[in-house]
């Protein structure tokens, strides 16, 4: 079976012949971006009390995920094949303990020539992770989900929020 040849890729990250590449950003100008990101961790009300009131096993899980979500957005690169490593500007990352669940929100800055979407998303990720390993003692059953980009802004496509109907 050959490779069907593509007039134009329907993908940035697809050339003409469907074969993954990098794409070059060596033209577009350096300007501020930034990007926000969320998900939630649902688990039982026990280890939701346990990371409120500080109480879990392994220590202080808001602040430990906090640092592991910042280190990641730094590292996206290194997880995520063809994104580009960029200098970070800033990373915020916020974690609310709801009575049945953890919600992460995590915004990336950066002045590059492309977007931080999968910095704020990675970042998000990731202190979800880390809530799960450092509470997995009381709560074994944790779901991970409903992580998506909230809004961007920068760039030649300028500004976007997600749109209400997907709140999860």
Known sequence: MGMKRLDKPALTHLDATGAARMVDVSAKPATARAATATGRIAMSPEAAA???DGTAKKGDVIAVARIAGIMAAKRTAELIPLCHPLPISGVTLDLGVEDDGVVATATVRTTHGTGV???AMTAVSVALLTVYDMAKAVDRGMVIGAIRLLA????RSGDWHAP???AA
Do not use: N, P, T
């Open 164 to 166: 209400d109907e997907r």
């Open 117 to 119: 979407e999968m910095e």
């Open 50 to 52: 346990a990371i409120r």
């Open 152 to 155: 961007k802004s920068g760039g």
